[in-house]
């Protein structure tokens, strides 16, 4: 039953106010036990929240600000009052296809998966290469709570100075999908980015999926006068 109500929330069926418990009942042929079990579960993970005498809410909170900062996506989170979380999937040395290659200018890269977590929820699916060096520095910590641009500046001595950012539309892996618990035909967003230091060193070519429905983006323009 849990499954099935966080299926509907993440795909943007259910949208503020959820269904009641004896629409829920009707609609998956449960017992009253069992939607009530799976609601309270979406309670105790932040997905959901109660609100006396109106019903069941959705409480997930788009995650804003992620333009025009070079921030860590645990930066973003804490921001939005949220907990972040991470979880390491893959570390290895692999060589790079012929497109990093072009991209970050190395031939072997330190690579690392995690999934990353906003209130216990997977939010996104992120994908580091860093010069062999630094990744053996940073596999030394604890990368399921550490954040990357945290250790980078304050235990490895290296400053993220600047940033290039590519953000589209794309479809995530049947394997990435299963680890969001998503479907596979969910719209992503797709983030590319690479980072330089201060002295134009390459540091970070990161390659990330996160849930569309988790982000929204704010941006102040003006037009000038001619």
């Known amino acids: 039953m849990k499954h099935e109500i966080e299926e509907k929330i993440f ?20 017992s009253r036990s069992t939607v009530r079990e799976g ?13 006396p005498g109106r019903g069941t809410f959705v409480k997930l909170r788009p995650i804003n600000d992620w333009l025009g900062n070079l921030s860590s996506t645990s930066e973003i989170i804490e921001r939005m009052g949220m907990t972040p979380g991470a ?12 497109s990093l290659h ?22 996104g699916i992120e ?8 990744g053996q520095e940073l ?8 954040a990357f641009y945290e250790l980078l500046e304050h235990k490895i001595g290296i ?25 596979p035909t969910l719209s992503m967003l797709n983030a590319e980015r690479k980072i330089t230091d201060i ?18 983006f704010k941006i102040n323009l003006s037009r000038k006068s001619n």
Do not use: C, W
């Not at 979880?87 to 012929?98: A, P």
């Not at 991209?103 to 209130?119: C, E, Q, S, V």
């Not at 994908?127 to 630094?134: C, E, G, M, R």
């Not at 596999?139 to 550490?146: A, G, M, P």
């Open 199 to 216: 002295d134009n060193n390459f540091v970070e070519f990161e390659n990330a999926f996160y849930r569309s429905d988790m982000y929204s």
């Open 11 to 30: 795909n943007g069926e259910y949208i503020g106010k959820i269904p009641s418990e004896r629409e829920l009942m009707d609609e998956y042929y449960v």
């Open 102 to 123: 072009e991209l970050t200018g190395l031939k072997d890269a330190y690579y690392f998966k995690r999934i990353r977590y906003a209130n216990n929820i997977p939010i």
């Open 39 to 51: 609601i309270a579960q979406l309670v105790r993970e932040g997905v959901l929240e109660k609100r």
């Open 159 to 183: 400053k993220p100075y600047a940033a290039e950012q590519i953000i589209k539309s794309n479809k995530v892996s049947m394997e990435d999908a299963r680890l969001l618990g998503v479907s």
């Open 139 to 146: 596999i030394k910590f604890d990368l399921n709570k550490e």
């Open 127 to 134: 994908k580091h290469y860093y010069p062999v060096n630094i």
């Open 87 to 98: 979880k390491l999937i893959e570390h290895n040395i692999i060589e790079l296809s012929d």
